[in-house]
């Protein structure tokens, strides 16, 4: 038995009759806007983490979609907002890095609550983005067609832009212009990644994130944002099943009993909801063992920045 990473590992690959196109695209916009959801949806599985709770996004979190002969490499980044620590200042940064660094741009607005501060702040840094770059307006399910219209011509006066959308990325509404738009733009080129590869995260990330997610998801106090978690070890067993071993680190012994749970109780719910998506996303049997410990002021450790492709901040 060996510690392994069950990742795609074939060459990158495109249909070789067809002239192929590949290239990224950045998602940007504020928390909350929708961006991981937009994420997995293009992709047709799940890559990112989905929360109610702002700031789920930590790192830059790339999901692969395939329209007709192009390779539209998604980079979904953490949400843009007016950072306080030092976390959130390495994420806000890293938001920025995956907008320059991109083929084209697009910026998620939640149509629900418009133009926010945070919003007008994402304006004003896109005017300096010399990429394509689209507006999309997201949640219209929830949002009245004249007030997107107004909402429509707001985003308009503050910023150029080579099209707008109007989509819901969880019911799917608007998805396939956006795809064929982006399909559209990106340069020519051979793939860069197998055809079956859905993330160029490895799956013990995807795996340890999916299980971050639970947390958000079990515990609303302030505590998810003072956990991470680390994927230790992963055996494939003799029977086709795989043996996982996790780690959540907190920062005090009061956070650590809470992730437990009386008689742990929570622990054992965050375990079985992760162990479920994994298995899912895996299409085999997971066995999944997670450890809470805690790790005093992880947030200011250069390591865990990098273990979460972040820059540490000065």
């Not at 950072?83 to 991109?102: N, Y």
């Not at 929830?142 to 011509?153: G, H, Q, S, T």
């Not at 992963?234 to 992730?259: C, H, M, N, Y």
Request: glycine residues 8%; charged residues 30%.
């Amino acid at each position: 038995m060996t510690d392994k990473d069950p990742s795609p590992a074939a060459e990158p690959a495109g249909a070789p009759d067809e002239v192929t196109r590949c290239g990224f695209v950045a998602l940007i916009g504020a928390p909350n806007a929708g961006k991981s959801t937009l994420t997995n949806a293009l992709v047709g599985s799940k890559v990112s983490i989905v929360s109610h709770k702002v700031q789920t996004t930590r790192s830059l979190v790339r999901g692969i979609a395939l329209e007709g002969a192009t390779q539209i490499v998604l980079v979904d980044t953490p949400g843009i907002f007016a950072p306080k620590r030092r976390l959130e200042k390495a994420m806000v940064r890293s938001a920025w890095g995956g907008a320059g660094d991109a083929d084209a741009v697009v910026l998620l607005v939640d149509a629900r609550v418009g133009i926010t501060e945070d919003v007008e702040a994402i304006l004003r840094g896109l005017a300096d983005v010399r990429r394509p770059r689209a507006i999309v307006l997201n949640k219209i399910d929830l949002v009245k067609r004249e007030n997107l219209l107004a909402l429509a011509a707001e985003v308009a006066d503050k910023v150029s832009f080579d099209k707008l959308f109007m989509i819901s990325a969880l019911e799917g509404d608007g998805l396939k212009e956006l795809r064929g738009w982006l399909a559209g733009l990106l340069p020519l080129g051979p793939w860069l990644y197998p055809e079956d590869q859905i993330s160029d995260a490895p799956m013990r990330m995807l795996a340890a994130e999916i299980t971050r997610e639970k947390l958000f998801h079990r515990l609303h106090e302030e505590l998810p944002y003072r956990s991470t978690v680390e994927t230790d070890s992963w055996k494939e067993l003799p029977d086709g099943s795989a043996r996982i071993e996790q780690t959540i680190f907190v920062e005090r012994e009061s956070q650590r009993k809470i992730v437990l749970g009386k008689g742990g109780e929570t622990i054992k719910a965050i375990s079985t909801a992760a162990r479920k998506e994994i298995a899912e996303i895996l299409e085999q049997k997971v066995h999944l063992f997670l450890f809470v410990k805690v790790r005093e002021n992880w947030s200011d450790d250069p390591e865990r920045y990098r273990e979460m492709g972040l820059e540490f901040p000065d």
